[in-house]
């Protein structure tokens, strides 16, 4: 069964959660925003799925709200973020700022996140950097409690999920794509998992090495593999690559104990379109070259050619009409940290 209810709804239903667990209002309201913002997406992994888990990591101490958001200057295009363990969000958001204010004034800037956990949906800092006139690339990584992923030819979890997004402005919407290094993201089979749903084949091995299609095989030392198939090792390779930009440029944190094993990395370089010329007419010649990738003839089967955003753009105009769906699940975890928390749910 599938729920569905207006984004504002469930933001507020989100943010009031995270306020009752001592999270300033305007933070709690980002972190909810950009939650549902995932789920407006089609990428519920990201949503709200989410707010029990981060709820759970506040009552532990992963998640400490309102933490100070710490900056330490690197070289001129460069800063290293400490976001002591504040929500994911929060972080990476300044970190991005950060990235976009040294390539505005040197045309290009890097940011990298430590300390803290979840950060969400990746592509939407990518995106915060195209909307501000820049061409953006970020990685995101964990240390080794979130090892999730197998190597190409092994069978334990080596590498996070290790997400690679990015993103341009056009005259309109930017062009964006984020995609996990994995077969699925980890928070996929956590909503498989918590719906009830078996994996497809070809996602996940148990402790044993064997294909498994049970979810909760990856929380009894299973793992994912590499995307790719018999090709894995691209799959492996990009996620390798995201890990050394996320967790080797600045602290080294690929293998940190005790409560830092489990967090999240981010890195981000920004390029900002005005120092490379008339920023405007690169917006015009990406969207010239857009349409002539677009003006390839549909594959048999296919509707045709569809650039990077271009899905989710359309699952957000489909939300925004019919209302966000939220798997039965996924709802009745929300409604119970909503009760535990005292928060009236609207129904």
Request: proline share 5%; net charge negative.
């Amino acid at each position: 069964m599938t729920r569905r209810f207006q984004a504002d709804a469930l933001e507020r239903l989100a943010a009031d959660i995270f306020e009752t667990h001592g999270t300033p209002a305007q933070e709690a309201q980002t972190v909810a925003r950009l939650l549902v913002q995932a789920d407006f997406m089609g990428l519920p992994s990201h949503g709200v799925l989410r707010v029990s888990q981060y709820v759970e990591d506040i009552h532990r101490g992963a998640i400490v709200p309102g933490a100070s958001v710490l900056v330490r200057e690197g070289a001129a295009a460069t800063a290293l973020v400490d976001g002591q363990w504040n929500f994911g969000q929060i972080g990476a958001q300044r970190a991005t700022e950060l990235a976009i204010e040294r390539a505005q004034r040197l045309g290009m800037g890097s940011a990298s996140l430590r300390r803290c956990r979840h950060v969400g949906r990746l592509g939407a800092y990518a995106e915060q950097a195209a909307q501000a006139g820049c061409v953006a690339l970020v990685t995101c990584s964990t240390s080794g409690e979130g090892h999730w992923v197998a190597p190409f030819g092994g069978r334990e979890g080596r590498l996070g999920t290790n997400p690679i997004a990015f993103a341009a402005p056009t005259l309109n919407r930017p062009v964006v794509m984020d995609f996990s290094t994995a077969a699925l993201p980890e928070g996929r089979v956590r909503l498989y998992r918590d719906t009830g749903q078996a994996l497809p084949a070809g996602i996940l091995v148990d402790r044993t090495g064997a294909p498994s299609t049970d979810p909760a095989d990856l929380y009894e030392s299973g793992a994912i593999l590499p995307f790719g198939g018999d090709q894995g090792y691209k799959g492996f390779g990009l996620g390798f690559m995201a890990q050394i930009f996320s967790c080797l440029l600045g602290e080294p944190t690929w293998r940190e104990e005790g409560l830092e094993s489990n967090a999240n990395t981010m890195w981000l370089l920004a390029v900002d379109a005005a120092a490379w010329g008339d920023a405007e007419r690169f917006r015009a010649e990406l969207d010239s070259m857009i349409a002539y990738v677009c003006s390839s003839a549909p594959a048999r089967g296919s509707n045709g050619v569809l650039v990077p955003g271009e899905r989710e753009s359309a699952a957000e105009a489909r939300y925004r009409r019919e209302g966000i769906p939220v798997e039965e699940g996924v709802w009745i975890q929300l409604v119970q940290v909503a009760q535990e928390a005292g928060v009236e749910v609207e129904t």
